[in-house]
Structure formats: structure tokens, C-alpha cells
């Protein structure tokens, strides 16, 4: 009897310990490509329905929207975006930093606000190049313009600079753990509002933008790891976009696309501006835009952002993050 106990003791102990390794394989959620973690189209959706960059920053992380799936740090839980604004002018720079421990911030993306010599406003957001290559900027044609964006240039705003970091986050705020990657390609697909156009480019129309940038640039992660950026892990790649098209092809070899142009999704330089060439024929209808694999259906009206009561200018508490 005591036998068949210790028999039936030993495969149990087999089960357990196979269902654990099953569990530790399933929670390995990130993906290689760093840069399919976190959709700056989906990104620049949401820019266009806050209504301030305070709520921004709360709907950036929260759970239930799950539009950031970082985890920079590899402590299971994805990392804090916090968002910090300068203004020099009337340009205005939002940079988005991932929070990733005691005094240790990486800037994930940009996004420029700014006005033309006529006075309209235009916005662009631009990924890192560490994360998303160089050059790769989105010019979003919102279906209505932002209406807190007007507010930029009143002589009472106040710009927004986050007050959280590693270790003490908002009350509304807890960490949550990163999705596969297919799970999360998926979700934030329909995270994007159908009305909006998202246009890329490869040039950043502020002229002062990048000089602003420099004030508060956090590149703590990137300077310690530069074998991880996007020209190591895509060697014959400029961008992201290139990323994308590259994939559209059936993952088919790319050949050298190491120059100043591309129309994945439409050229949004003017006609007085754009190369006389008949080769290159931008789109920017939502079909052709389409990269990365997803649901065949789309919802037809723009994503509900969340009541902004649960702003981080009340109560703040401070929260460890579990290992």
C-alpha cells in the first residue's frame, strides 16, 4: 500500500510540476520586435478624444484599455508611462517616458503640437528610433479637431508634467501583466478610431522640436542595451513602417529600403514639396494602412475614452510593483 502511496505522490508531483512550467511559458507575453508592444497608431487615437494630457496619461495605463504592452524591465508587469510636457512657443512637446526604476526613465515616443504661419494646428507623433527606427512619424488626420488642443495657446495654460515615477503612481493605477502579442496586435486594433487617417512621413515639420525634446530626455534603458535597438534587431530595415510592409509581403526578404522616403500609408507632404515621380503613390484609405494581421471588422464610431474623475490630481498613494 505504502508502494502504490509513494507511486501515486511521484506522478502527482509530475502533473503539478508540468502545469507550473506550462503557466511560467504562458506568461512570457512580450515579443522580440520591442516595437509590437506598443501601437503609436492606437497611440495618436487616443491624443484626439481626451480631454487634457492628464486623463491621456491615465487611459495610456490603464488596464482595462490595455493600450501599452511594455515591460522594459521584465518584472512581469508592463511599465508605467508617464507623460511630461515642455512648451517653448507655440510648440508644444509630449513626451511619453516609461517609468523603470528608482530614477530610471526611457522615452518611449513623442508627440510635436504645433501652429503654421496661418494658425492651424497640426500633430505628429514619432516613435523612438531605438524602438521603431529612425524616422518613423505619424501624421493623424483627426475627423475633428482635438478640442483641448485650442487650449494649447491661451496665455492661461499650464502644461502638464507628470508627478509619478517608479514606485508611486496615482490612486486609479494598478500594474497589470502583459498579453502574447497576438492577443494584444488584436485588441488594440479596434482601439483605433476608423474615422481618424493616420498619414506617415519622414520628416518632422517642427524645426524646434527636437531641441526642445533634448530638456527632458531620458534614454536610461537604450544607452545601456544598444544591441536591442532597431537596426540590431532589423538589419535591413529603416522603420517600423518598413517593418510593416515587409510583413504585408508574407515576410518575403526586403531588399535594401535604407532611404529617405516610403508610402506604406500615404505621403503627407505637399504637392509642392512631394519628389516628381510616378512610382510612388501614396494611400491613405484605412485598407491600405493595414500592417499587422487583425480582425477583418472594425466598430464604424470612435472608441469611448474613460470618465476623467479618476484623476491624478487628487489623492496619490504610493504602490509597489510585485516582482
Known amino acids: 500500500m505504502k508502494k502504490y502511496a509513494t507511486q501515486y505522490l511521484l506522478i502527482l508531483l509530475l502533473i503539478v510540476s508540468s502545469c507550473v512550467s506550462q503557466n511560467r511559458t504562458n506568461i512570457q507575453a512580450t515579443s522580440p520586435e520591442i516595437s509590437d508592444n506598443l501601437d503609436l497608431e492606437a497611440v495618436a487615437s487616443l491624443f484626439g478624444e481626451v480631454k487634457n494630457l492628464e486623463e491621456f496619461e491615465r487611459i495610456l495605463n490603464d488596464e482595462n484599455e490595455h493600450l501599452s504592452n ?20 507655440n510648440t508644444h512637446v509630449i513626451t511619453i517616458q516609461a517609468a523603470l526604476g528608482n530614477n530610471i526613465f526611457q522615452d518611449v515616443a513623442t508627440i510635436d503640437v504645433d501652429r503654421n504661419s496661418n494658425n492651424n494646428s497640426y500633430v505628429q507623433v514619432i516613435g523612438n528610433p531605438y524602438f521603431y527606427g529612425n524616422n518613423y512619424i505619424i501624421n493623424p488626420i483627426y475627423y475633428g479637431t482635438p478640442f483641448y488642443v485650442n487650449s494649447f495657446w491661451s496665455p492661461y495654460y499650464s502644461p502638464w508634467r507628470s508627478p509619478y515615477y517608479w514606485s508611486y503612481y496615482p490612486t486609479y493605477y494598478r500594474p ?9 496586435v488584436n485588441h488594440v486594433s479596434i482601439k483605433r478610431n476608423v474615422k481618424n487617417t493616420y498619414n506617415y512621413t519622414n520628416e518632422r515639420r517642427s524645426i524646434i522640436a527636437p531641441n526642445i525634446q533634448k530638456q527632458i530626455r531620458r534614454d536610461d534603458y537604450s544607452s545601456k542595451q544598444p544591441n536591442r535597438s ?10 517600423r513602417a518598413d ?12 531588399p535594401n529600403t535604407r532611404n529617405n522616403t516610403y508610402d506604406r500609408r500615404g505621403d503627407t507632404r505637399t504637392n509642392q514639396n512631394r519628389p516628381n515621380s510616378n512610382t510612388q503613390k501614396p494611400s491613405t484609405s484605412r485598407e491600405s494602412r493595414r500592417a499587422n494581421p487583425t480582425p477583418s471588422t ?3 464610431g470612435s472608441r469611448k475614452s474613460g470618465n476623467s474623475s479618476g484623476s491624478s490630481s487628487g489623492t496619490r498613494k504610493n504602490t509597489k510593483r510585485g516582482n
Open 70 to 89: 511594455l515591460d522594459l524591465n521584465n518584472d512581469g508587469f508592463t511599465d508605467y508611462l508617464r507623460v511630461v510636457e515642455t512648451v517653448e512657443g
Open 176 to 184: 497589470y501583466r502583459p498579453w502574447p502579442v497576438n492577443r494584444y
Open 230 to 239: 532597431f537596426d540590431a534587431r532589423n538589419r535591413n530595415l529603416t522603420n
Open 243 to 254: 517593418l510593416d510592409r515587409s510583413r504585408n509581403s508574407n515576410n518575403s526578404p526586403t
Open 298 to 300: 472594425k466598430p464604424s
